[in-house]
């Protein structure tokens, strides 16, 4: 079986802190491929003045994941879904023979508890969580924590993710990238222009893989 990590996020825009830990998981889970879900919308960023069209996101989400075995996908606009728990739902329905485990930041972990149907998620894949400077500590002490905890693998077991029983989770550290989405925005808020206005996923000329 395939052996996909899934990296879900605004990628508002994407960035070289996204690459960084995507290839590193490659490597500490023995994946054979990431896929970047670029979110139509995220529900806990709602409302947000600097969230940047869909198109601008993947196309800059293309450009960072270019000569990498990581995959951009528009599943979820396609698919129709808003929340997590619903695309890991449909997309282990549709790929029976691939493997999925879920990639998050552990400042993400440390929201975890409000995102919809976390413990739904965490009994549908696994979950490894990357550690990201300031977040690590937070995230340990985080409410779903108090629920994970007891699910939580070694890391030296970290590439048996596949025979593992569900929930599980795994907590990964890796050479820190202090790369912030909302630092690149504010240092260039002019950067939604650097892409074409009419993206790949539209184009055609960088068609998405056939997720």
């Known amino acids: 079986m395939t052996r996909i990590g899934i990296l879900g996020g605004s990628f508002n825009p994407a960035h070289r ?15 054979d491929e990431v896929w970047w879900l670029v979110s139509p919308g995220n529900p806990l ?50 790929y029976p023979k691939k493997r999925f485990i879920w990639l998050m930041g552990s400042d993400n972990l440390a929201q975890f508890d409000r995102w919809r149907g976390w413990r739904e998620i965490a009994k549908q894949v696994p979950i490894a ?5 300031g977040y690590m500590s ?26 593992w029983r569900l929930p599980a989770l795994v907590l990964l550290r890796f050479r820190p990238d202090e790369t912030s989405a909302t630092r690149l925005r504010k240092a260039d808020p002019a950067w939604q222009s650097r892409f074409l206005p009419d993206p790949p996923i539209l184009s055609g000329a960088h068609p998405a893989p056939s997720l």
């Open 138 to 163: 937070i995230a340990r002490a985080a409410p779903a924590m108090g629920w994970l905890r007891r699910f939580v693998h070694p890391v030296y077991h970290a590439q048996d993710w596949t025979r």
């Open 45 to 94: 960023k709602e409302g947000l003045d600097d969230m940047a069209p869909f198109t601008v996101r993947f196309a800059s989400a293309v450009k960072m994941a270019r000569q990498a075995p990581i995959k951009v996908s528009a599943i979820e606009a396609r698919l129709g879904t808003r929340y997590t728990v619903d695309t890991i739902r449909k997309l282990t329905r549709l």
């Open 129 to 133: 969580v990357i550690a990201r400077p």
């Open 17 to 31: 802190g996204h690459r960084s830990i995507s290839l590193a998981a490659l490597n500490a889970l023995d994946l």
